[in-house]
């Protein structure tokens, strides 16, 4: 589990190795995440858009970027939650993923960035 606070909103993320999958003759290996986001904050908040980099042990950077999260846009008020899970494919099984979220603060209507803090997306069976 990693954390990391940005503008009183702390992001945790844990991950899991779910398996491999065969997709065009080709091996995956496939991660889920796990996302909280916590608003510490004493405004009201919008979470707008995602912006992941992707990376694996064979030096493959993916950019992923779009709008919410699994077609979300949570607004969070003060003390507020919002959690949920997605996933990831890797052609290796070590990589880490990192990232931020664009949101909006409805006091001032200004957006701003928060944080996303690198985990890592790991095979459990894999150690140094």
Request: proline content about 3%.
């Amino acid at each position: 589990m990693v954390q990391q606070v940005t503008n009183g909103i702390k992001i945790t993320v844990t991950s899991n190795f779910e398996g491999t999958s065969y997709r065009n003759y080709k091996l995956y290996y496939a991660f889920t995440y796990r996302v909280t986001i916590e608003n510490q904050s004493n405004e009201t908040v919008q979470l707008l858009a995602r912006h992941w980099k992707i990376f694996d042990s064979l030096n493959n950077t993916e950019i992923v970027e779009g709008s919410g999260v699994i077609g979300e846009k949570p607004i969070l008020k003060p003390a507020q939650i919002h959690t949920y899970t997605s996933n990831c494919f890797l052609t290796s099984p070590i990589g880490a993923m990192s990232g931020f979220y664009n949101m909006v603060n409805f006091a001032t209507t200004k957006i701003f960035k928060v944080n996303i803090p690198t985990f890592q997306l790991m095979v459990s069976n894999i150690h140094n």
